[in-house]
Each structure stands twice: as C-alpha cells, then as structure tokens.
C-alpha cells in the first residue's frame, strides 16, 4: 500500500514581503555583473600591496577618485599548541571545531566520509519567481 502523500506546509508570508523580495533579488542580479567587476578591481589593487609592510598605509589617486588604503587589520587566533597545553587534550577536542576543508589534508575522501555527519541545518534558498498574469 503507498505511503499517503504529506501535506504541504501553509506559510503566510504578505505578499508585499514577498514582491519587495522579488524586486530586490531583481536588482542585485542586474548588479551581478558590477559587483564582480568591482571585486576584480579591488583584488587588483590588493595584489599591488600584498608583498608590502602590514603597517603602510597609502593614498593613490586617479584621475577622478582617491584611494585610501589603510594598514593592515588586526585577526586574532588561537594558538593551538598552548590551548592543548593549558585545557589538556579532551577538552581542547571539545572545544576546536575541525573542518571538512582541514581533514582533506590528512585523510582521504572515503575516509572522511566515514566521519562526517550529515544534518538538515544549513541555510535555506530564497527563490523569488516572476508571476505572469494573462492579460
């Protein structure tokens, strides 16, 4: 005997929510192409100061707008060797957190496979889609 077909879950979302969503989305893929211009001329200019002291700051200009840019930020981290040290090795396990991206390094696919749990806890899509009314 078939499984009987789950309904479908009821959403209110108001539909002004909903086509000012739409509208957005609209306009940030017309933006798309912008954008990744403007992250290509950025990454350019990056690539100009990577070799260069973090402490520099510089001022470059064009012919219609002035570059600032600024030193390098401040990251913190963790050194991992005096966090094992100071929390000894069970709790450190408990408190890193170890990435797929890091077992690639040292384990092969299968492997990590074995390893990985898989939950329904990522992100969800937003899909706006264009109604079209007959006339």
């Known amino acids: 005997m078939p499984q009987p077909k789950l309904p479908t879950p009821v959403l209110v979302i108001p539909a002004a929510l909903c086509d000012e969503f739409g509208d957005l989305t609209k306009l940030k893929d017309e933006f798309a192409p912008t954008m990744t211009r403007y992250n290509k001329c950025r990454d350019a200019i990056a690539a100009l ?64 496979e074995k390893i990985t749990l898989v939950e329904r806890t990522g992100p969800r899509v937003y899909s706006p889609i264009p109604i079209i009314r007959p006339l």
């Open 49 to 112: 100061v990577k070799d260069r002291d973090p402490e520099d700051e510089f001022k470059v200009e064009g012919e219609r707008f002035r570059v600032m840019i600024s030193s390098r930020g401040l990251e913190r981290r963790v050194d991992k060797a005096a966090a094992r040290k100071l929390l000894g090795a069970t709790q450190f396990m408990e408190a890193a957190t170890v990435t797929l991206k890091a077992l690639e390094a040292y384990l092969l696919k299968p492997e990590i």
